[in-house]
């Protein structure tokens, strides 16, 4: 493992799985070395795979299988910066379609219940406009949305 630090996230056995889903959904992302127990463990037999490292979007991560004791939570996310329509569709759809479910304000979670957050760079503009009357616009079109509709946040803030 080369980088200093890394994003270590808990799977009840699927940790190959989801690194797989990862690499195939997000760019700039891949698969690395899977690594197998060396010993029996609370969660699994020698030879299993316990750890393996991926990346998502440039970030390293671990995926441990450690088993089910610790689930993951809206505490921690990823944050992906959008584009476009397009591409805020067709990532959400991916984690969504997957097995995952649907929340507010553009969060979603996937099928291993890791949370992401699909950002258009169009609604972070809206929410930051130095005109507070529209950024509050913006904002309330916001937080009526699940998936975020760029059309309508970039219609509430020009009122």
């Known amino acids: 493992?080369?980088?200093?630090?890394?994003?270590?996230?808990?799977?009840?056995g699927d940790a190959h799985e989801a690194a797989n889903f990862y690499a195939a959904t997000f760019p700039d992302s891949a698969v690395?070395?899977?690594?197998?127990?060396?010993?029996?463990y609370p969660s699994g037999k020698q030879g299993d795979p316990l750890t393996v490292e991926f990346t998502v979007m440039d970030i390293p991560c671990l995926g441990l299988n450690g088993g089910p004791i610790?689930?993951?939570?809206?505490?921690?996310s990823f944050q992906v910066a959008t584009d476009d329509q397009a591409e805020t569709d067709r990532l959400w759809h991916a984690i969504v379609e997957n097995g995952g479910q649907e929340s507010d304000c553009g969060w979603c979670k996937d099928r291993w219940g890791i949370s992401w957050q699909i950002t258009p760079r169009a609604l972070v503009a809206a929410i930051?406009?130095?005109?507070?009357?529209?950024?509050?616009?913006?904002?309330?079109?916001?937080?009526?949305?699940q998936k975020i509709d760029?059309?309508?946040?970039?219609?509430?803030?020009?009122g």
Not at 1 to 12: G, P, Q, S, Y
């Open 1 to 12: 493992m080369a980088a200093k630090n890394t994003i270590c996230l808990w799977f009840d």
């Open 128 to 145: 930051t406009d130095p005109d507070p009357a529209a950024a509050k616009r913006a904002f309330e079109a916001m937080m009526q949305m």
């Open 70 to 76: 610790f689930k993951h939570n809206e505490a921690f």
């Open 32 to 40: 690395g070395a899977v690594h197998y127990a060396p010993g029996d």
């Open 150 to 158: 760029i059309a309508t946040i970039e219609a509430a803030r020009r």
